[in-house]
Nanobody
Framework: QVQLVESGGRLVQPGGSLRLACAAS????????MGWFRQAPGEERQFVAS????????RYADSVKGRFTISRDNAKNTVALQMNSLKPEDTAVYYC??????????????????WGQGTQVTVSS
């Protein structure tokens, strides 16, 4: 079956950096749009970033633009999220997701078919 396994979340100080990774198995990875979402306590899951099947097109939430970078390695079935200049408001559980829908729909959580279990990122001094 399809598995998406996130890693890399931890406690980090404001201004610090983290690199999240997601390892995918059980699917044809290159056929899927990949995305990162996050959910803070008491809030809805929100879009963070997405990347097209080939990796040539990316999209970011305004709140992370210029600080976060999404990338993928189709040979290794992995997608990563490099997070720099972290802020306390970035604290959340971060989820990796895979979609077979059009890339134009990648902003919407409902367009994703598969989800990981999440990794906790806490930004605090």
């Amino acid at each position: 079956q399809v598995q998406l396994v996130e890693s890399g979340g931890r406690l980090v100080q404001p201004g610090g950096s983290l690199r999240l990774a997601c390892a995918a198995s059980g699917l044809t990875f290159g056929n899927h749009v990949m995305g990162w979402f996050r959910q803070a306590p008491g809030e809805e899951r929100q879009f963070v970033a997405s990347i097209s099947r080939s990796g040539t097109t990316t999209r970011y939430a305004d709140s992370v633009k210029g600080r976060f970078t999404i990338s993928r390695d189709n040979a290794k079935n992995t997608v990563a999220l490099q997070m720099n200049s972290l802020k306390p408001e970035d604290t959340a559980v971060y989820y990796c997701a895979a979609s077979q829908k059009y890339y134009s729909e990648s902003y919407y959580a409902r367009s994703y078919d598969f989800w990981g279990q999440g990794t906790q990122v806490t930004v605090s001094s």
